[in-house]
């Protein structure tokens, strides 16, 4: 659907889709990676790095990371995202459509500003990574992206009441997903600017 491939000489496997929910807190959450406890695939990239927040997985962190050769890894930006669909298989990465991502390293696939994803839901700027195999070893978690809540060309639809649209952002509800990571849409576009200024990234950390 016109999403632009970018051919990465790594190797590493994932998938993604969606977003969750939660009201942000003050509590310590999600932390930004140890100084020299994760590094990129290769010298001066950048990688996305995903910290699961066990007590409250909307309230999540998404990382975009810079690689230092030698050094501890640069955080270039933070977001709250969420990745699962809240219920009570919401953090079993085994789960279709459901559960949160699996733990692991994913490659990106590619990256677009204006995906139809028609019925999947997924619209606008998206950062689509590899399917994975979950930790039962039988289980594949498909269709997996980065993204927020839009239409493909990146404008909010019109609210309506009583109507949850998968086409406009309605608030912490939204960090709900399939499995996805989701963002709210004002920090997808920055993620999209900074990528676009610093690099885009080659992989995707998910972790505990």
């Keep these: 659907m ?4 970018r051919l990465v ?3 590493a496997v994932l998938a993604l889709t969606g977003g969750l929910a939660a009201v942000q807190t003050t509590t310590a959450l999600a932390a930004q990676p140890a100084s020299g406890q994760t590094k990129g695939a290769a010298a001066d990239g950048t990688y996305l790095y995903f910290n699961k927040n066990q ?6 962190r998404l990382h975009l990371m810079k690689s230092v050769p030698d050094a501890k890894d640069e955080v270039l930006a933070t977001y709250r995202a969420g ?3 809240g219920g009570a298989n919401g953090k079993d990465e085994c789960a279709s459509s459901q559960g949160w991502l699996p733990n692991g390293t994913y490659q990106v696939l590619a990256h677009d500003a204006h995906y139809n994803g028609g019925d999947l839901g997924v619209n606008g700027k998206v950062i689509h990574v590899e399917d994975k195999v979950c930790e039962n070893g039988r289980t594949t978690r ?3 992206f980065v993204h927020s809540e839009m239409w493909p060309e990146g404008s909010q639809a019109s609210p309506r009441p009583g109507e949850d ?16 990571i989701k963002l709210k849409p004002a920090d997808i576009d920055n993620l ?3 990528a676009g200024r610093y690099g885009w990234p080659d992989e995707l ?3 505990s």
């Design 2 to 5: 016109g999403i632009r491939q």
């Design 9 to 11: 000489p790594l190797a």
């Design 55 to 60: 007590s409250d997985p909307g309230n999540s």
């Design 83 to 85: 990745s699962g669909d």
């Design 142 to 144: 498909a269709e997996l």
């Design 165 to 180: 649209s998968p086409y406009r952002w309605d608030g912490s509800g939204d960090y709900r997903s399939l499995g996805c």
């Design 192 to 194: 999209f600017s900074k």
């Design 205 to 207: 950390k998910v972790v």
